[in-house]
């Protein structure tokens, strides 16, 4: 079992920046690839970012590619969403996922999932 817990949400102006971390306890090593997603109000939950063990693979949803950057601390169990430039659309509940295969979290398919941080721009 893998938990996680982001925080880092809030409010924000458009244009601003914010934070998201996800820390992550359990049996970490079994699931090493993490990833972030939101869903917004009436929306379906939509992948954000995700990036694996060593942080050499990263891969971002369009939207958010040059603004928004992931990374990880292993040391410490930690996976950060820097978020610049943030936009209205941008505002959602943020969602932290893990698994052992990158293709199911880019997919959605995350064995774990975070409880979420919501991210409100506005502007």
């Known amino acids: 079992q893998v938990q996680l817990v982001e925080s880092g949400g809030g409010l924000v102006q458009a244009g601003g920046s914010l934070r998201l971390s996800c820390a992550a306890s359990?049996?970490?090593?079994?699931?090493?690839?993490k990833g972030w997603f939101r869903q917004a109000p009436g929306k379906e939950r939509e992948f954000v970012a995700a990036?694996?063990?060593?942080?050499?693979?990263?891969y971002y949803a369009d939207s958010v590619k040059g603004r928004f950057t992931i990374s990880r601390d292993n040391a410490k169990n930690m996976v950060y969403l820097q978020m610049n430039s943030l936009k209205p659309e941008d505002t959602a509940v943020y969602y932290c996922?893990?698994?052992?295969?990158?293709?199911?979290?880019?997919?959605?398919?995350?064995?774990?999932w975070g409880q979420g941080t919501q991210v409100t721009v506005s502007s």
């Open positions: 359990g049996r970490t090593l079994s699931s090493p690839v």
């Open positions: 996922a893990a698994d052992s295969s990158m293709g199911s979290v880019m997919s959605g398919k995350g064995d774990y």
């Open positions: 990036i694996n063990y060593s942080g050499t693979n990263r």
